[in-house]
């Protein structure tokens, strides 16, 4: 059974502060893909790394995958208000089409 | 979330009742997916198809099955409703798992089985 672990499970912060998310497994993912959840609503895809080491940015948002594609972080810079939400990460399972999610991490920023 | 459109959005069941849920995506894509949410614990994968009339089991598969006959409509079956199946149903669609291909969800179907 693959799992993905993610921390923290909650995070409450000033707006201008910084932070990073972890998302960790003992399997290895073929991709890994990071979403943004608002209540109420479906899970919106903020990015995929597939490539071990890969590190993308998305504006004020820093994603890196593991060398050994079985852990992947995401920072934000200075984050707003505007960034709170759920913080869901997702890993590939090859190519056989296995999409298996980490619990999310709830963040609050407050002005 | 343009493309997947999940019904019914809400509903309400009696313990042993039967229902479907419908997800239906207008992107021609291959791999379509049903998972639930439950508060703290995120997502968990139900079944999935990678293609028309293929399907899958995730990692919570007992109680529900599921049909793919039309390649855009991908079908979840509870057959006897149990009060542990409330939860938020999601249903996502993408082309394939491959960087820069964007994974789709519906917007959600809240059940309740009293």
């Known amino acids: 059974t693959q799992l993905l672990e993610q921390s923290p499970q909650f995070l409450s912060i000033q707006e201008g502060e910084n932070l990073t998310v972890y998302c960790n497994s003992s399997?290895?993912?073929?991709?890994l893909q990071w979403y943004r959840q608002e209540p109420g609503e479906g899970p919106v895809l903020l990015v995929t790394v597939v490539t071990g080491g890969e590190v993308k940015k998305l504006k004020r948002l820093t994603f890196q995958f593991g060398d050994a594609r079985k852990d992947s972080s995401l920072h934000i810079t200075a984050a707003q208000p505007g960034d709170t939400g759920l913080y869901l990460c997702a890993g590939a399972v090859g190519s056989q089409g296995n999409l298996i999610f980490g619990k999310g991490t709830k963040l609050s920023v407050k002005p | 979330n343009a493309g997947v459109t999940q019904t019914p959005k809400f509903r309400v069941l009696k313990t042993g009742q039967s229902m479907t849920l419908l997800c239906a995506q207008d992107m021609n894509h291959e791999y379509m997916y049903w998972y639930r949410q439950d508060p703290g614990m995120g997502l968990r994968l139900i079944h999935y198809s990678v293609g028309e009339g293929t399907t899958a089991k995730g990692e919570v598969p007992d109680g529900y099955n599921v049909s793919r006959l039309k390649k855009q409509n991908f079908l979840l079956g509870l057959e006897s409703a149990a009060p542990s199946q409330t939860s938020v149903y999601f249903c996502a669609s993408t082309q394939a798992l491959l960087s820069g291909n964007t994974i789709y969800f519906g917007e959600g179907s809240w059940l309740t089985v009293v």
């Open positions: 399997s290895v993912f073929s991709s």
